[in-house]
């Protein structure tokens, strides 16, 4: 909102770049030093971007930089939000094995974690950055806060929730408000919640089944 309240409208940008010191030296007998720090550099360039360099400026603070920061920091929450998501469901399920040998268990679960993330974890990172809608550093800023907030209080009121599809959930309404959303990616990842679950009870039944009949 800042940002488009400071847009600037003029055809044409006259930038002033930081001052770079120059220093001339013509051979050994003479020698000549030209300091140049208090003299800036000019350039010329499109009004977009003079326009962005302006409105991220207030009182000498670059706001770019101060978004950066926060986007950083809120990838951070995003990864804590996860963790303190994930951290139950992998208990629950340590805690349905009671016959078993913890060590193996924590061994087990987190080498499927490192297989699946190996095999898909870029394929997901490709589709949540690029394929369901095209975003701004601010807007990526605004998902990150939104999907950290709602899976920190989820989690602490003990709500199953999953850190991907808040995530995704927050992209799409970015995506539906600028109106870039892509409606087909939406529609295949809907289409794999809804499989989820009945793929799941499958092969949750036929393990259980195996494990009944063989095993005792």
Same mark, same amino acid.
Not at 126 to 152: D, F, P, W, Y
């Given at each position: ?30 020698? !000549? ?116 907030? !709602? ?43 809804? !499989? ?21």
């Amino acid at each position: 909102m800042w940002r488009n309240h400071r847009q600037h409208t003029n055809n044409l940008c006259l930038c002033v770049e930081k001052p770079v010191s120059l220093a001339l030296a013509s051979n050994v007998n003479m020698t !000549l030093a030209i300091d140049s720090a208090i003299v800036p550099s000019l350039s010329f360039d499109r009004q977009e971007a003079c326009a962005e360099q302006q409105a991220s400026q207030i009182w000498g603070f670059n706001l770019e930089h101060l978004r950066d920061g926060l986007h950083f920091c809120s990838a951070g929450a995003v990864c804590f939000a996860r963790g303190l998501n994930d951290t139950p469901k992998i208990a629950a399920l340590l805690l349905l094995a009671p016959g078993f040998d913890l060590h193996w268990i924590i061994i087990l679960v987190a080498t499927a974690m490192l297989l699946g993330g190996v095999f898909n974890a870029r394929r997901v990172a490709e589709t949540l950055s690029h394929k369901i809608t095209s975003i701004s550093h601010e807007q990526g800023l605004s998902a990150n806060l939104v999907t950290a907030l !709602l899976v920190i209080f989820a989690s602490k009121l003990g709500m199953p929730v999953s850190t991907t599809h808040v995530a995704v959930g927050s992209l799409f309404g970015i995506g539906l408000v600028s109106g870039k959303a892509n409606s087909g990616v939406i529609s295949s990842i809907a289409l794999s919640w809804l !499989l989820t679950l009945p793929c799941a009870v499958v092969c949750s039944v036929a393990i259980s089944h195996y494990l009944s009949a063989y095993l005792q």
